[in-house]
Nanobody, 122 residues
């Protein structure tokens, strides 16, 4: 059974950094495309970044691409989202998602984690 577990969220001051982890079980990452999404209170879920199943291509949305980096470690079956220079506007629940065929910033991913809270506050 495919299972995704996010971790690494927390409370951080503006300008700080966090590294989110998305640990996969029940499948191997090199067979699935993985994305990170976020959802702030009262807003729609927003795609942040994705990495293709071979790890040969990544995409990050313009608003965070100079601060966030997505990467994968197939040996650990984990995908990361390194976030730096965090801003209060980055406060949200962050989710990872996996799909064997789809990759992009749409919601078409078949598997989703439960999310991890990131709060950026002074």
């Amino acid at each position: 059974q495919v299972h995704l577990v996010e971790s690494g969220g927390g409370l951080v001051q503006p300008g700080g950094s966090l590294r989110l982890s998305c640990a996969a079980s029940g499948f191997t990452l090199d067979n699935y495309n993985i994305a990170w999404f976020r959802q702030a209170p009262g807003t729609e879920r927003e795609g942040v970044a994705y990495i293709n199943k071979r790890g040969s291509y990544t995409y990050t949305i313009d608003s965070v691409k100079d601060r966030f980096t997505i990467s994968g470690d197939n040996a650990k079956n984990t995908v990361y989202l390194q976030m730096s220079r965090l801003e209060p506007e980055d406060t949200a629940v962050y989710y990872c998602a996996a799909d064997r065929y789809y990759y992009g910033m749409g919601p078409q991913y078949d598997y989703w984690g439960q999310g991890t809270q990131v709060t950026v506050v002074s």
